[in-house]
Nanobody, 124 residues
Framework: QVQLVESGGGLVQPGESLRLSCAASGFTLDHYAIGWFRQAPGNDREGVSCISSSGTTYYADSVKGRFTISRDNDKNTVYLQMNSLKPEDTAVYYC??????????????????WGQGTQVTVSS
């Protein structure tokens, strides 16, 4: 059974950092792309970053240079290192996996499995 579990969210001040984790089980992580999404109240879910099975990374323009996605296949975990956090980064963050496999789909609808989300709040 495929399962994705996010952790690492919390309340931080602007300029601080957080590292989110997405622990995967029920499948072989290195065969699949993993994406990170976020959703703020009243907003649509938006793509933040994705890492393909080969390690190619993608970032939304709003987080480029501040966020870094990585994967540890031995630990079956994908990380999202978030630096220089801004209040507009406040959202519930989700990781997701496309059943199609190795590449990063462009839209959320193409991801088949989702975690339960972890809250990130950036506020002074």
């Amino acid at each position: 059974q495929v399962q994705l579990v996010e952790s690492g969210g919390g309340l931080v001040q602007p300029g601080e950092s957080l590292r989110l984790s997405c622990a995967a089980s029920g499948f072989t992580l290195d065969h699949y792309a993993i994406g990170w999404f976020r959703q703020a109240p009243g907003n649509d879910r938006e793509g933040v970053s994705c890492i393909s099975s080969s390690g190619t990374t993608y970032y939304a323009d709003s987080v480029k240079g501040r966020f870094t996605i990585s994967r540890d296949n031995d630990k079956n975990t994908v990380y999202l290192q978030m630096n220089s956090l801004k209040p507009e980064d406040t959202a519930v963050y989700y990781c997701a996996m496309p059943e199609s496999g190795k590449e990063c789909p462009a839209v959320a609808a193409e991801y088949d499995y989702w975690g339960q989300g972890t809250q990130v709040t950036v506020s002074s």
